[in-house]
């Protein structure tokens, strides 16, 4: 009788491990980030360790994930690299399938450490090699045993970061480490900056609910705490956000920024929100019933048309906040408050148009509809069925419960779409005339055309001066302030741009305020004193420019 083999070969696994399906590293550290949040941590730092590459370039080597969770009992432990094993049965989390923490690990680097400890107590240590198993060294997860965290982690399990906070996470909590990282992440610094705004929009909820997520390096630089990143740009803590007082730009002062979007209100959704109640059944056939919730947000009718014709952009898509709203051209689909994807998932295509760049829809459900929306095993997408008759050749009946509610669901897509079109579309029609204010920067009219004598007696017209003043293709605008000044007018630096303020409360501007050819004949000034200006910063000479101010 023949001997029974095994039915996975270690050292032939060892490669294909290494090679799983997920999108980017981005995307395996927060499967590590899922962990920490599912053991219910507060506060998780990112810590890289650079080293030199043979070019004489910093290259990112070692990558620690640090939480202040539950940590890890003994058996939790020694099973957490163990592909197929979970503490997490229940579909009720944000963690679910159990190979979450070694495939992540392994898709980023050969060897992953893990450590975890509870109750202060000392910490224990597991580990996974990728060329170990090749070479038939390790075949098996061995017993944790007790052992420090490297020594350039270590000093953050106690420490204090300048303008973020003071962290300790002696108590409990776990650390992972993957140990020279050989995925091509690009130059350090575009990877963290990457980094930070994956994890901001992938978290924004569990953030935005009092969850630190913080990347820093051994060296202590940089440290930064993940900010809030909303593709529905509605949340008032965003990263994103509006400034009041020069419309169209984004704020450099979160505090003092206001959303760009808004709920959108319609008899569809009352709240911004509109509910789906789904009847189904599991593959078992045992009946259920669930919520999917599609959540719609709009721009706010000043950052729209209206802003853009103030300050005089022909496209509202070509402003700084139009070309930041253009990064977020999809659907966002939510799961357990933690984003999943974000995809046009064949709904729609082109973005080009105003009325498409300005909405945003989410989609959200909760782990029990994971087999209807074929949620993947490392949590990297789902199935939005928008054709569902596409799969009767599987045996699925077009009337069935399944295939009714995805026609609920992508007959409401489609209805939001439109009705959030049609709001946009009506915006850039019915753009309102306001009157300029303190506040907001507003285009001078040339004057009505009449005659004028010169001092010869002749007739002449001043219409084609102004004429040639208007037709100025990098016209600038001019702000007013009530507050009172000496100064006549002042050019203030905001991001790369120059704004120019004229002070209302000066005697200057009291007595010529009524003549609008003089007014238009000041913002030529400034439209030319513009270009000056960009001409001495292409030849690097702006302290010249500012003497001579």
């Given at each position: 009788?023949?001997?029974?083999?095994?039915?996975?070969?270690?050292v032939?696994?060892?490669?294909?491990?290494r090679?799983?399906?997920?999108k980017d590293?981005?995307?395996?550290?927060s499967e590590?980030?899922?962990?920490?949040?599912?053991?219910?941590?507060?506060?998780?730092?990112?810590?890289?360790?650079?080293?030199?590459?043979?070019?004489?370039e910093?290259?990112?080597?070692?990558?620690?994930?640090?939480?202040?969770?539950?940590?890890?009992d003994?058996d939790?432990?020694?099973?957490?690299?163990?592909?197929?094993?979970?503490?997490?049965?229940?579909?009720?989390?944000?963690?679910?399938f159990?190979v979450?923490?070694?495939?992540?690990?392994?898709?980023?680097?050969?060897?992953?450490e893990?450590?975890?400890?509870?109750?202060?107590?000392e910490?224990?240590?597991?580990?996974?090699?990728?060329?170990?198993?090749?070479?038939?060294?390790?075949n098996r997860?061995?017993?944790?045993?007790?052992?420090?965290?490297?020594?350039?982690?270590?000093?953050?399990?106690?420490?204090?970061?300048?303008?973020?906070?003071?962290?300790?996470?002696?108590?409990?909590?776990?650390?992972?480490v993957?140990?020279?990282?050989?995925?091509?992440?690009?130059?350090?610094?575009?990877?963290?900056?990457?980094?930070?705004?994956?994890l901001?929009?992938?978290f924004?909820?569990?953030?935005?609910?009092?969850?630190?997520?913080?990347?820093?390096?051994?060296?202590?630089?940089?440290?930064?705490?993940?900010?809030?990143?909303?593709?529905?740009?509605?949340?008032?803590?965003?990263?994103?956000?509006?400034?009041?007082?020069?419309?169209?730009?984004?704020?450099d002062?979160?505090?003092?920024?206001?959303?760009?979007?808004?709920?959108?209100?319609?008899?569809?959704?009352?709240?911004?929100?509109?509910?789906?109640?789904?009847?189904l059944?599991?593959?078992?056939?045992?009946?259920?019933?669930?919520?999917?919730?599609?959540?719609?947000?709009?721009?706010?009718?000043?950052?729209?048309?209206?802003?853009?014709?103030?300050?005089?952009?022909?496209n509202?898509?070509?402003?700084?906040?139009?070309?930041?709203?253009?990064?977020?051209?999809?659907?966002?689909?939510v799961?357990?408050?933690?984003?999943?994807?974000?995809?046009?998932?064949?709904?729609?295509?082109?973005?080009?148009k105003?009325?498409n760049?300005?909405?945003?829809l989410?989609?959200?459900?909760?782990?029990?509809?994971?087999?209807?929306?074929?949620?993947?095993?490392?949590?990297?997408k789902v199935?939005?069925?928008?054709?569902?008759?596409?799969?009767?050749?599987e045996?699925?009946?077009?009337?069935?419960?399944?295939a009714?509610?995805?026609?609920?669901?992508?007959?409401?897509?489609?209805?939001?779409?439109?009705?959030?079109?049609?709001?946009?579309k009506?915006?850039?029609?019915?753009?309102?005339?306001?009157?300029?204010?303190?506040?907001?920067?507003?285009?001078?009219?040339?004057?009505?055309?009449?005659?004028?004598?010169?001092?010869?007696?002749?007739?002449?017209?001043?219409?084609?001066?102004?004429?040639?003043?208007?037709?100025?293709?990098?016209?600038?605008?001019?702000?007013?302030?009530?507050?009172?000044?000496?100064?006549?007018?002042?050019?203030?630096?905001?991001?790369?741009?120059?704004?120019?303020?004229?002070?209302?409360?000066?005697?200057?501007?009291?007595?010529?305020?009524?003549?609008?050819?003089?007014?238009?004949?000041?913002?030529?000034?400034?439209?030319?004193?513009?270009?000056?200006?960009e001409?001495?910063?292409?030849?690097?000479?702006?302290?010249?420019?500012?003497?001579?101010?």
């Amino acid at each position: 009788m023949t001997q029974g083999i095994e039915i996975f070969s270690i050292v032939g696994m060892a490669e294909a491990i290494r090679y799983t399906e997920y999108k980017d590293i981005y995307s395996a550290i927060s499967e590590i980030v899922d962990n920490s949040i599912e053991a219910n941590a507060k506060s998780i730092i990112i810590i890289s360790n650079e080293g030199i590459n043979g070019k004489g370039e910093k290259v990112l080597k070692d990558l620690a994930i640090l939480d202040n969770g539950d940590g890890m009992d003994f058996d939790t432990l020694q099973n957490c690299l163990v592909f197929g094993s979970s503490s997490r049965k229940e579909k009720k989390s944000i963690g679910r399938f159990g190979v979450g923490l070694g495939q992540a690990s392994m898709y980023a680097a050969p060897r992953v450490e893990v450590f975890s400890w509870q109750h202060s107590s000392e910490k224990r240590y597991v580990y996974l090699d990728a060329n170990l198993m090749k070479e038939g060294k390790q075949n098996r997860i061995e017993v944790p045993i007790e052992k420090e965290v490297p020594v350039c982690f270590k000093g953050f399990l106690n420490i204090n970061l300048p303008n973020i906070g003071s962290f300790n996470f002696h108590r409990s909590g776990t650390m992972v480490v993957w140990n020279s990282i050989d995925k091509n992440v690009g130059k350090p610094q575009t990877f963290y900056n990457k980094l930070s705004e994956e994890l901001g929009r992938r978290f924004r909820y569990y953030l935005n609910n009092g969850v630190n997520i913080i990347i820093t390096t051994t060296q202590h630089s940089p440290i930064e705490k993940v900010k809030i990143v909303d593709p529905l740009f509605i949340m008032d803590n965003s990263r994103y956000l509006a400034d009041q007082t020069y419309l169209m730009t984004l704020t450099d002062h979160p505090n003092e920024g206001e959303s760009i979007f808004e709920p959108f209100i319609s008899n569809h959704t009352p709240n911004g929100i509109k509910e789906l109640n789904l009847s189904l059944e599991t593959s078992s056939g045992k009946p259920f019933f669930s919520i999917v919730k599609l959540k719609c947000s709009v721009v706010k009718e000043k950052y729209y048309w209206e802003g853009a014709r103030k300050v005089s952009i022909a496209n509202p898509g070509n402003s700084e906040i139009g070309k930041r709203v253009g990064k977020f051209d999809y659907i966002s689909v939510v799961r357990s408050d933690r984003e999943i994807q974000t995809d046009k998932f064949g709904i729609y295509n082109s973005m080009n148009k105003n009325e498409n760049r300005w909405w945003s829809l989410e989609l959200s459900f909760s782990p029990e509809m994971d087999e209807f929306f074929k949620l993947s095993n490392n949590k990297q997408k789902v199935e939005i069925m928008t054709n569902f008759s596409s799969r009767e050749a599987e045996g699925n009946d077009e009337n069935s419960l399944e295939a009714q509610a995805w026609r609920l669901i992508i007959d409401n897509i489609n209805l939001l779409i439109r009705k959030m079109q049609d709001r946009n579309k009506k915006l850039a029609i019915n753009v309102r005339k306001d009157e300029p204010s303190s506040s907001k920067p507003v285009k001078l009219t040339p004057p009505t055309p009449r005659d004028i004598s010169n001092q010869y007696g002749k007739k002449t017209s001043n219409v084609e001066i102004n004429n040639d003043i208007t037709s100025i293709e990098s016209y600038t605008e001019v702000y007013y302030r009530d507050n009172k000044n000496s100064k006549i007018f002042n050019i203030e630096q905001h991001n790369k741009s120059f704004n120019y303020i004229l002070y209302q409360q000066n005697d200057f501007y009291k007595k010529f305020s009524g003549n609008n050819s003089f007014m238009l004949g000041f913002n030529f000034f400034a439209s030319m004193l513009s270009k000056v200006r960009e001409e001495f910063v292409l030849y690097e000479e702006e302290r010249i420019f500012e003497k001579l101010i």
